[in-house]
């Protein structure tokens, strides 16, 4: 049964950071892509960043362009986590970030997906809210 426990969440000011952490278990992690998604109060669900599954070049990344150049992610294969580093955080960033795995058509070293459909497991989220 794959588990994805997301933590790191909480209420910062604008301009702090945050790093979100979300551990899996239950899969070979290596193999699946890996995804955070975030959803406001009234608003759909919508991507922020993935991490594609490891080959002998790395793993390749994806951003939502209202992210670029603050967001990061990463993954740690020793701990099967995958992290979200957010820099500069503005109110406009308050959510609840979730974080999802892809397991289906994901091939080794190529870009992920950044379609929720695309992704078959996901965390309970944890909530970040940004203050001005």
């Known amino acids: 049964q794959v588990q ?3 933590s790191g969440g909480g209420l910062v000011q604008a301009g702090d950071s945050l790093r979100l952490s979300c551990a899996a278990s239950g899969r ?3 193999n699946t892509a890996m995804g955070w998604f975030r959803q406001a109060p009234g608003k759909e669900r919508e991507f922020v960043a993935a991490i594609g599954a490891i080959n002998w070049a790395g793993s390749r990344t994806r951003y939502a362009d ?3 150049g603050r967001f990061t992610i990463s993954r740690d294969h020793a701990k099967n986590t995958v992290y979200l580093q957010i820099n500069t955080l503005k109110p406009e960033d308050t959510a609840v970030y979730y974080c999802a795995q892809s397991t289906s058509g994901v091939v080794p070293g190529s870009v992920p997906g950044s379609a929720p459909a695309g ?12 203050s001005s």
Do not use: A, D, H
């Open 66 to 68: 209202s992210v670029k």
């Open 28 to 30: 070979t992690f290596s």
């Open 119 to 130: 992704y078959t497991y996901w965390g309970q989220g944890t909530q970040v809210t940004v």
């Open 4 to 6: 994805l426990i997301e």
